[in-house]
């Protein structure tokens, strides 16, 4: 095969716990991670020339060497030297659907899917353990972004444990376009304000993990009970990009009094989710979203949960 074409899912984080200050500069976390249907088409095509190519249809994603599937693509061919002059370089190109600097680990899904692609493409065989590995020379997201579905992640994010997850749980995901985070500086604002609350050592970090394993938020996932999850939800970044970003903030407000089962930021923010019952629920929401919040700023997508990360399309 001369070319591929794969689908890299979103993220949202059902839970996240920011517990301590690592020795590397990173933040220790606890959180539950979901893949969710809206997706980005990411194919590689094997080209003549020995180089790295990347294209994108959405004009704030860089199509240069600043953009992490690229960073991908050349930490693969760095590893594997000579690779690309066996068998050629590589053209990727990126039809973005995930909104761009949302809390989606849009940028690390794409990655994740030039991964798996080019362990096809350049036929290297490689396990889903050790592409997770490369992964996480990327980004602390791509590993997750890599295999999807349901996890517990730990360490930076990078340390994996699936879980069964709830099968096809609808939400409702909404951000402004206008509206942007930056995750570095959602970190250092968290630390600002909350710093003296991080737990000081490993071993603080473990109990913490081990209440957190055995506590309600898993224990709603592994029950399936999606009454329970909603109620659960909770992301440790709300109390300190939320002030910064009133118009999210409102927004949040807005859809947790809409109904449906829970309300949550993702990630580092902005984009903001609520869960569902069912594809009506969701339709519902996203129409009463619209006349509360009429702006055509205001960008809104229905999705369900999705049990893998990178797949071929078709
Ligand atoms: O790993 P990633 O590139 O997504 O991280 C972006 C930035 O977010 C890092 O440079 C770091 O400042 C911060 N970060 C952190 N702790 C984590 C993950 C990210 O402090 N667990």
Not at 35 to 53: A, K, N, P, W
Not at 94 to 99: G, H, S
Not at 135 to 141: I, R, Y
Request: net charge negative.
């Amino acid at each position: 095969m001369r070319l591929y074409s794969l689908l890299a899912a979103a993220k949202i984080n059902l839970y996240l716990e920011i517990v301590g200050s690592r020795p590397d500069g990173f933040h220790e976390l606890i959180m539950v991670m979901q893949s969710v249907s809206l997706c980005d088409r990411i194919t590689v095509r094997s080209i003549g020339v020995d180089e790295i190519r990347v294209r994108c249809n959405h004009p704030l994603v860089p199509a240069d060497e600043t953009n992490l599937a690229y960073k991908a693509a050349a930490l693969v061919s760095q590893r594997f030297p000579g690779v690309m002059a066996k068998l050629g370089g590589v053209e990727i190109t990126i039809e973005k659907q995930i909104p761009v600097g949302a809390g989606l680990a849009g940028g690390s899904s794409n990655a994740a899917a030039v991964l798996v692609g080019l362990d096809l493409l350049w036929h290297l065989g490689l396990a889903q353990g050790k592409l997770q590995e490369l992964g996480a020379e990327l980004g602390s997201d791509v590993p997750f972004c890599v295999a999807g579905g349901t996890a517990i992640a730990t360490g930076r994010g990078e340390q994996l444990d699936p879980i069964p997850g709830i099968d096809r749980l609808h939400l409702v995901i909404a951000k402004y376009e206008s509206e942007f985070v930056s995750t570095p500086w959602a970190y250092q604002t968290y630390r600002a304000e909350y710093g003296d609350t991080y737990l000081p050592d490993a071993q603080g970090w473990q109990e913490r993990q081990a209440q957190v394993r055995s506590g309600e938020m898993v224990k709603a996932v592994a029950q399936r009970n999606a009454i329970a999850l909603g109620q659960q939800l909770h992301n440790d970044f709300e109390k300190a990009v939320l002030p910064a970003h009133p118009k999210t903030a409102h927004l949040r407000d807005t859809m947790a009094n809409l109904g449906g089962l829970g309300t949550l930021m993702s990630g580092s923010g902005p984009s903001v989710f609520t869960l569902a019952e069912s594809e009506a629920e969701a339709e519902s929401l996203v129409a009463t979203l619209k006349l509360a919040l009429p702006d055509p700023d205001l960008g809104v997508w229905t999705a369900q949960f999705a049990p893998t990360g990178v797949r071929l399309d078709g």
